[in-house]
């Protein structure tokens, strides 16, 4: 039993005896008067029930007052609880919307940075062809314009050229071009001072692009035509 349980239990027992008693002072009192000692035991008897009924019905109420306010503190801490779990969610939720956002924001940068290297490497593409003016000519990249029937005429780039015929390179680091013929000459426009011509006692080895900002100002390809192969010595 719980203390409350026991208590009550008590009192209902002294209840009772008092009832028992008030009863057996009454008849008593009917049949011996209430000068008689009998009836002043059983009454004092009574009084000490009395007594301690009364102490335990002020326990019985210390109870209830106990009971009440751990029911009322209970109930707060169920709302305090409640309130707790409310900012969990709102604190849950809003990581999950920080989170979106972080993710959303890696994407974008991710984008960005993608078509930032894309620009670069569109700025920083160049394309090149090397070979003699009829294999040129024969591949629609290159024909000869101006000179009076065909007299001195110059050989240039066509407008409508075909642009498969071109070897495309990253122009920041590939700042040689092979050649290895007997002659070249470019048939595109760059300035004179951006690169060099290489060269051996067989002929052009390569074409160096000494400034390449420079070089491929104008335009970004280049076609160098070349007047019969190089010979390479053969080794042992």
């Known amino acids: 039993m719980s203390p409350q349980e026991r208590v009550l239990q008590e009192t209902k027992i002294i209840q ?3 009832r028992e008693n008030e009863d057996k002072i009454a008849k008593l009192q009917i049949e011996l008067g209430n000068a008689d000692q009998t009836v002043i035991d059983v009454q004092k008897k009574n009084d000490r029930l009395k007594r301690k009924l009364n102490s335990f019905q002020q326990q019985i109420a210390d109870l209830e007052a ?5 029911a009322d503190n209970l109930e707060d801490q169920v709302i305090e609880n409640g309130l707790l779990k409310s900012e969990v969610q709102v604190k849950t939720t809003e990581n999950e919307v920080l989170q979106t956002a972080l993710v959303h924001r890696d994407q974008l940068i991710e984008q960005k940075n993608e078509e930032y290297a894309n620009i670069t490497k569109k700025m920083n593409t160049s394309y ?4 003699e003016y009829k294999e040129l000519a ?8 101006g000179g009076i029937l065909g007299i001195g005429a110059t050989k240039e780039m066509k407008e409508d ?15 040689t071009i092979p ?15 951006s690169y060099q011509w290489v060269e051996d006692d067989k002929g052009v080895q390569w074409l160096e692009i000494t400034a390449p900002q420079k070089f491929w100002k104008q335009s970004k ?4 035509l070349t ?5 390479f010595e053969e080794r042992a």
């Open 138 to 145: 024969d591949l629609d990249v290159v024909e000869k314009e």
């Open 128 to 131: 090149y062809v090397v070979g």
């Open 161 to 175: 050229f075909d642009q498969d015929q071109f070897i495309q390179i990253d122009r920041t680091n590939y700042t």
């Open 16 to 18: 009772a005896l008092i």
């Open 179 to 193: 050649v290895f013929a007997k002659k070249a000459e470019l048939a595109t426009s760059h300035p004179t001072d």
């Open 227 to 231: 007047d019969k192969e190089y010979k």
């Open 221 to 224: 390809y280049l076609v160098i």
């Open 66 to 70: 106990i009971n009440n306010q751990l």
